[in-house]
């Protein structure tokens, strides 16, 4: 039994079954409380009156009782010392005892209906037996005769019973074809989840499913389709990911290879060896470079414990970064303006310092000669908001959005040059995140760029 559908089809049936044996159960005990004593005053009243008229008019009581009868009763008429008869269609059980009869003959009334037991799965409406009947005597003369009654439920009800034993058997047919199909369209989408998870598990991203729905599996549905997207979307991104990483790899190792064979001719000037050692040497920095940024992109991807937090002056950790840049800065003739708060931070010096140098190294690097950086620090709405302003070339609108993708570059042949792997803003990205902060970017092309940082205090 691994079919969902085959489970909630008998889990329905199961239900409506159950249901229906709690319904019986119920009305029966209605019956038993309710409606039995009721019964057996209404017959009791029916038993007295025909008591009444035979005794008042013994020649026509033979002419009454079988005209009663006829109206859906069945009478029992017995003298108790052999002489009896039965009106209307006769009783399926003569269970009656002896001390009952002689009771009535007495002159007592037989409750049989309200003292029938009750049981669970017994409805004493229906039981055509002798005890299940009221008993009432009749004086006729100088004889006394013992009158026992019920009403004859297949003449009354006959009709009736096979109208409802049709109606509740059709109701069940009905119910089970009905949860049968709704259960199938429960289960279909389901289904076809299945169908679509196995379809991803082999790289198959081009899912369509019905999320018109409004229930939970439609929301279902939508957000497998969103989680298909991301996957779509993080899977391309593994492999640009991988093709990035071999290409930068690749190309220092190239470069390595060749001048290293070039080196290898002994008959090399000396000057023209230097200066192939000397682009060895860049190009090994440059692979250098790349191993660390991915340990640390890796390090913040995987290991949630990576950040080493601890109390942090963020004004000297960034005078701090500004010193160190200075001789990049006076090589520029770039002006650094600073308006630093006092702030203290918990965070990770060490990769909060490297969020500083990328954003200041930047700024150097695409402001031109006499222009000009600011650096500002404050605190808003308890979160720390550092932002770096220059005055350089700006980033053209169309590559603002993925400047903090990894491996991008807005400007393939310069970052070449200047041997960026395309890594640094993401890490700092990254970085950012992993503190609980955002950073952002604003620029216009020729009046420079803003990155806005904000963190946690």
């Known amino acids: 039994m691994k079919s969902l559908y085959v489970r909630m089809c008998l889990i329905f049936c199961s ?8 319904a019986f159960l119920v009305a029966n005990q209605n019956y038993q409380v309710q409606t039995k004593p009721q019964n057996d005053a209404k017959l009791t009243g029916m038993a007295i009156e025909l008591q009444r008229f035979a005794e008042a008019h013994p020649e026509s009581m033979e002419e009454y009782l079988s005209s009663a009868a006829a109206l859906g009763y069945k009478l029992y008429l017995t ?12 009783f399926r059980s003569k269970d009656l005892d002896e001390a009952q009869l002689h009771q009535v003959l ?5 409750h049989g209906v309200a003292e029938f037991p009750a049981r669970a799965f017994i409805t004493g409406f229906f039981d055509n037996q002798l005890s299940n009947t009221i008993g009432v005597p009749v004086n006729i003369g100088s004889q006394t005769f013992a009158l026992f009654m019920r009403p004859d439920a297949e003449v009354q009800f006959g009709e009736l019973r096979v109208f409802f034993a049709l109606i509740i058997g059709l109701t069940i047919l009905f119910s ?9 369209h429960v289960v279909k989408p389901i289904i076809r989840l299945t169908a679509a998870t196995k379809r991803i598990s082999k790289g198959r991203y081009d899912i369509k499913l019905n999320t018109r729905r409004r229930d939970e599996l439609g929301q279902l549905a939508s957000h497998f389709m969103a989680m298909s997207r991301e996957l779509e979307q993080t899977n391309r991104a593994r492999v640009e ?4 990483v071999s290409h930068e790899i690749e190309s220092p190792l190239t470069s390595i290879k060749g001048f290293a064979l070039a080196l290898k001719d002994e008959d090399l000037p000396k000057a023209q060896r230097q200066e ?11 692979l250098s470079q790349l191993s660390k940024q991915l340990l640390t992109l890796s390090s913040l991807d995987y290991d949630q414990h990576a950040l080493q ?9 960034l005078r701090q970064v500004v010193q160190i840049m200075e001789w990049r800065l006076t090589e520029k003739q770039l002006a650094v303006r600073l308006n630093l708060k006092e702030i203290t931070l918990s965070a990770d010096s060490n990769l909060l310092y490297q969020v500083w140098m990328n954003l200041l190294s930047n700024a150097v690097k695409y402001t031109p000669a006499g222009g000009s950086v600011h650096i500002d620090a404050a605190v808003s709405g308890g979160s720390c908001i550092v932002t770096f302003t220059d005055t350089g070339e700006g980033i053209a609108p169309e590559h603002l959005p993925h400047i903090f993708e990894r491996f991008y570059k807005a400007d393939q042949a310069r970052t070449r040059d200047s041997n960026s792997s395309g890594l640094g803003l993401a890490i700092a990205a990254r970085i950012v995140q992993a503190h609980g902060g955002t950073i952002e970017a604003e620029s216009q092309q020729g009046q420079g760029t803003t990155f806005k940082v904000t963190l946690p205090l």
């Not at 003298?79 to 009896?84: A, L, S, Y």
């Not at 007495?106 to 037989?110: I, K, L, N, Q």
Request: proline content about 2%; cysteine-free; hydrophobic content about 45%.
């Open 15 to 22: 239900v409506i079954l159950v249901s229906s044996l709690l």
């Open 79 to 90: 003298d108790g010392e052999g002489e009896e008869r039965f009106y209307g269609k006769p």
């Open 106 to 110: 007495s002159g007592e009334v037989y």
């Open 176 to 184: 089970l074809g009905f949860v049968m199909i709704g259960v199938l």
């Open 241 to 244: 990911f991988v093709a990035n």
């Open 276 to 286: 192939y050692l000397s682009i060895i040497d860049d190009e090994t920095r440059r």
């Open 309 to 317: 937090k601890i109390k942090l002056d963020l004004r000297a950790q």
